[in-house]
Every structure is written in C-alpha cells, then in structure tokens.
C-alpha cells in the first residue's frame, strides 16, 4: 500500500545543532508540504513543492530549508535550530494543483535544548 | 481577529449523541471548506471535503458550511468510542493547498 513515512519519529537536538527531518512518499504525488504544529497555533505551513526542484515558502518558513531532487523526498532542514522550533512536524502529499486531499504522515517530535 | 476560529474544548459527550463542532471565520473569500481528524500522536486525516455553501453528507458525518454566517459546522450523529480524537477545521479561498488555513482544533471525547 501507498505511504507517506517520517523519519525520525522523536529527536532531540540542541540549539545550534543542524537538523534534517525526512519525509518520504510512495503515492507518486507532486505535491508534497511540510507544517509544525503547536498548541495555540494549529498547523502552520513551513514550506512546499509542487513538483521536482520546485520549493517555496510557507508562512513560517524562517530558520528551515527544503529541497527536492525526485518525487518522493521532501527532507526538511532546520539550519542552526533554535529553542522555538520546538514542535511537532508533520510532512503531507497531495496529487495534484487542486484542494486535493492532503495525505498526512506520522509527524516527527523534535525537541530543541 | 484570527482568520478561522475553533474552540479546543475538550468536549465530553455520552456515546450515541449527536456532536456538534463548529468553526468560525473571518476571509469571506474561504470558499472551500475541510475537516479533519487527528488522533493522538498521529497526522491528521480528511473526513469531508465541501465546496461552497450548503450540505454534505458521509455515513454518520454531514457537514455544513454557511457562509453568510461564515459558519461552518460538522455533525456526527451516533457518536462511537472510536470518534474521539481532535477535530481540525481547514479553510481556504482558492484550490490552492498551500493556501489552506487550519483552525486549532477541538478534542473530542466520547464516554462509553
């Protein structure tokens, strides 16, 4: 069966540290996102790509970079991480340009020290 | 005034109700309207999925959209153990997925 999968599941790292957090999907989609979400804020987007090499930027999208080099990886990178990117992240995948449905992954917790 | 508002609860009802959890927003360009439902520790996933004003329904589901009242509501009828989770609302103005916006969610719990 078609999967989205994120890995790490919990990491944690201290601040300064660079940190990659890994999504990967068997679906074929082209699209693919990266949010956080946090109590009080619900999920935020941070970055997104609709397709291979194409990323942009999300509503909170200082402090992390995406690239994507084939259809099935979207690896998030937090640069030099921080004690407020502290959150829980989850990656997601759609088919097409449209409201299509967001397929979610497991999310991956990461605490920043 | 934040874009879309959602009381987190908790909400607490006995098994067999009916619930009701509702969104309010504030972009009168929203036209397409979603709910979603996480479950602990895990992504969220699409429960419905509207259009617009009006009425949709999906088994115990049916979900509601006003927008003259920019007011939108989802129904369970015949609610389970199993429909405890936290509910998200998610909005946005074109079929855009990065416009989507999410409101923060309410837990739901069941009592058997």
């Known amino acids: 069966d078609a999967e989205i999968t994120q890995s790490p599941r919990h990491k944690i790292t201290e601040t300064g540290r660079q940190v990659t957090l890994a999504c990967h999907q068997t679906?074929?989609?082209?699209?693919m996102f990266w949010y956080r979400q946090d109590l009080g804020h619900g999920l935020r987007l941070i970055h997104y790509?609709?397709?291979?090499?194409?990323?942009n930027k999300g509503e909170v999208s200082d402090g992390y970079s995406v690239s994507r080099s084939n259809t099935e990886d979207l690896p998030l990178t937090l640069e030099s991480a921080a004690s407020s990117q502290t959150s829980v992240y989850f990656c997601?995948?759609?088919?097409?340009?449209?409201?299509?449905?967001?397929?979610f992954g497991p999310g991956t917790r990461l605490t920043v020290l | 005034q934040k874009e879309v508002e959602q009381d987190p609860g908790p909400l607490s009802v006995p098994e067999g109700a009916i619930v009701s959890l509702n969104c309010t927003y504030s972009?009168?360009?929203?036209?397409?309207f979603m709910w979603y439902r996480q479950y602990s520790r895990k992504g969220p996933e699409l429960l419905m999925y509207t259009y617009s004003s009006g009425n949709k329904e999906d088994g115990r589901f049916t979900a509601q959209v006003d927008k003259s009242s920019k007011y939108i509501s989802l129904f369970i009828r015949d609610s389970q153990p199993s429909d405890s989770a936290t509910y998200l609302c998610?909005?946005?103005?074109?079929?855009?997925?990065?416009?989507?916006?999410f409101g923060k969610g309410t837990r739901l719990h069941i009592l058997p």
């Open positions: 679906w074929n989609h082209n699209n």
């Open positions: 998610a909005m946005s103005p074109s079929n855009r997925d990065d416009k989507i916006i």
């Open positions: 972009n009168s360009a929203f036209q397409y």
């Open positions: 790509s609709y397709g291979v090499q194409d990323t």
């Open positions: 997601a995948s759609s088919e097409g340009t449209g409201t299509d449905t967001q397929y």
